[in-house]
């Protein structure tokens, strides 16, 4: 479910904050809305300049503890996922420590665009954890989304009085001249991943619940389409009652898996149809000197991208690296056109051999749809 039919499941839900750099009359619906929705005071708390994912919390610590919450969320807004806020939270009661994170399982050349992590298999404690890393750690990746006690600002307090003591230093040591990023951060500026969770990893302070559910990170308006879709498709499981039917008889005509606002007015002539959720198939061709990474997008009922992209085998390791690689071929084309004149080459390997080539799709906990041939 979305994060506000999340927020809903929290027992004892006191407040609800949004923690942005925009201007408040660019939420003031949204705020209104979502107050209405939950019955809970929602809030809007503007940062004055830029302090970081745990230093704008400790900004607004005040705000936060107003009503001496046991327990704090904190959900980027930037992320497409279940939300089993209330499973996460009741695993957190059982293993105790500062916070529980939120984790996914992810194929090992996605897993460097995110924070990286190892945990312990029994009792899931953090045991490590390095952001966007230049060389492959875990497959298991920080989703965003965190369950916290209240000591979390002792921990946020900490690191900006270590950031004010070393500013007042007169000589800086060579450990720290080795260090230029950290040297050169405000002292109310902290990062949750780099300053909070990587120097307590493996100290019995955070933990990790992992979901087995979909996940996407939201950068581009492209991906809201697709979120939508995912979060459509979910419902069709948990919440059918929430979709929309109809066969144009009496009804607009609904085509796949439709939400429609109690508010809306629909014509009973209209035809309504799901967000197109792009799905892409992903596997490897070996040769003696050749290791391609092949990635299919159905971008559409007709269309189809094919990217190839030669990797580098890593000699150490034994294993491919995405650093380094090049592209061989991207092209998009339809598997049902007429074949190629000779002006236009053909594509570099032809629909027919793809389409039978893939396994029965099995949904990835990234968020793709990913069979390995």
Request: charged share 20%.
């Amino acid at each position: 479910c979305d994060p506000i039919s999340a927020s809903k499941r929290i027992p004892n839900l006191a407040q609800i904050y949004l923690i942005v750099f925009y201007e408040e009359r660019e939420f003031a619906l949204f705020v209104s809305l979502i107050s209405n929705e939950l019955k809970v005071p929602v809030r809007y708390l503007r940062e004055d300049k830029p302090h970081g994912s745990a230093g704008g919390l400790y900004n607004f610590r005040n705000f936060i503890m107003e009503d001496d919450p046991s327990h704090i969320f904190l959900l980027n807004c930037d992320v497409c996922c279940s939300f089993p806020l209330s499973q996460m939270l009741e695993g957190h009661k059982s293993y105790g420590g500062l916070g529980t994170i939120l984790v996914n399982k992810v194929s090992p050349e996605l897993a460097s665009q995110f924070g990286e992590l190892v945990a312990r298999p029994v009792t899931n404690e953090l045991l490590h954890y390095t952001e966007k890393p230049e060389n492959f750690v875990s497959d298991r990746i920080n989703c965003g989304v965190y369950v916290f006690t209240p000591e979390i600002f002792t921990a946020i307090q900490g690191v900006s009085t270590q950031r004010k003591e070393r500013a007042t230093l007169r000589r800086v040591t060579s450990f720290e001249a080795l260090q230029p990023a950290n040297r050169n951060l405000p002292t109310d500026f902290v990062r949750l991943d780099q300053d909070i969770l990587s120097p307590l990893a493996g100290k019995k302070q955070f933990y990790v619940y992992e979901t087995m559910d979909f996940w996407e990170q939201i950068k581009t308006p492209g991906m809201s389409l697709k979120s939508s879709g995912l979060y459509l498709a979910q419902y069709r499981i948990i919440s059918p009652n929430l979709l929309a039917s109809g066969d144009g008889s009496k009804n607009a005509t609904i085509s796949g898996d439709v939400c429609i606002h109690p508010s809306a007015k629909v014509h009973p002539t209209a035809k309504m149809t799901a967000p197109y959720v792009d799905m892409a198939y992903k596997f490897y061709l070996f040769t003696k000197s050749l290791f391609l990474s092949i990635t299919l997008t159905l971008g559409g009922p007709n269309s189809i991208h094919c990217q190839i992209v030669r990797l580098r085998l890593h000699p150490m390791l034994h294993r491919a690296s995405h650093r380094n690689s090049s592209l061989f071929e991207s092209r998009s084309f339809s598997p049902f056109s007429s074949p190629p004149s000779a002006a236009a080459p053909p594509p570099l390997l032809t629909a027919p051999f793809f389409l039978h080539s893939f396994r029965r799709p099995s949904f990835h906990g990234g968020g793709l749809f990913q069979p390995y041939i």
